[in-house]
């Protein structure tokens, strides 16, 4: 069971993501904003991906520092974004290369690879 922090400031698309993990056995946290997130990461036990959609509250790279920040707080965290398409490609350089990008509307399916491969990539 991995512990999955959502930040998304779409509540539906939010309540989605962190029902379908918890079917899945995961243990979510939700954020919808950068402040909250980085308070939950401070609070939580450890957190093995930060889901985070890349603009948040109409900043458009709100996501990708969010990522930054919380590298610095939990070495080891994995980074699965949700975005457009067109948002996505123009910032693939700014995301890292272990970060993998959603574009939405994803899958559920999608969301089980993204957070699959994610973990999977945690092991190694």
């Given at each position: 069971?991995?512990?999955?922090?959502?930040?998304?400031?779409?509540?539906?698309?939010?309540?989605?993501?962190?029902?379908?993990?918890?079917?899945?056995?995961?243990?979510?946290?939700?954020?919808?904003?950068?402040?909250?997130?980085?308070?939950?990461?401070?609070a939580?036990?450890?957190?093995?991906?930060?889901?985070?959609?890349?603009?948040?509250?109409?900043?458009?790279?709100?996501?990708?520092?969010?990522?930054?920040?919380?590298?610095?707080?939990?070495?080891g965290?994995?980074?699965?974004?949700?975005?457009?398409?067109?948002?996505?490609?123009?910032?693939?350089?700014?995301?890292?290369?272990s970060?993998?990008?959603?574009?939405?509307?994803?899958?559920?399916?999608?969301?089980?690879?993204?957070?699959?491969?994610?973990?999977?990539?945690?092991?190694?």
């Open positions: 069971m991995a512990t999955i922090l959502i930040v998304e400031d779409e509540k539906q698309v939010c309540v989605f993501a962190a029902s379908y993990l918890r079917q899945q056995g995961h243990r979510t946290i939700s954020a919808a904003t950068t402040e909250e997130a980085l308070a939950l990461i401070e939580a036990d450890g957190v093995d991906v930060l889901f985070s959609e890349i603009r948040l509250n109409n900043d458009a790279l709100a996501g990708v520092r969010l990522a930054q920040q919380a590298a610095r707080r939990c070495p965290m994995k980074v699965l974004y949700a975005g457009e398409h067109e948002t996505a490609d123009r910032l693939k350089p700014l995301l890292g290369e970060s993998v990008v959603l574009e939405k509307p994803y899958t559920v399916d999608e969301l089980k690879r993204g957070v699959s491969g994610q973990l999977g990539a945690n092991r190694n």
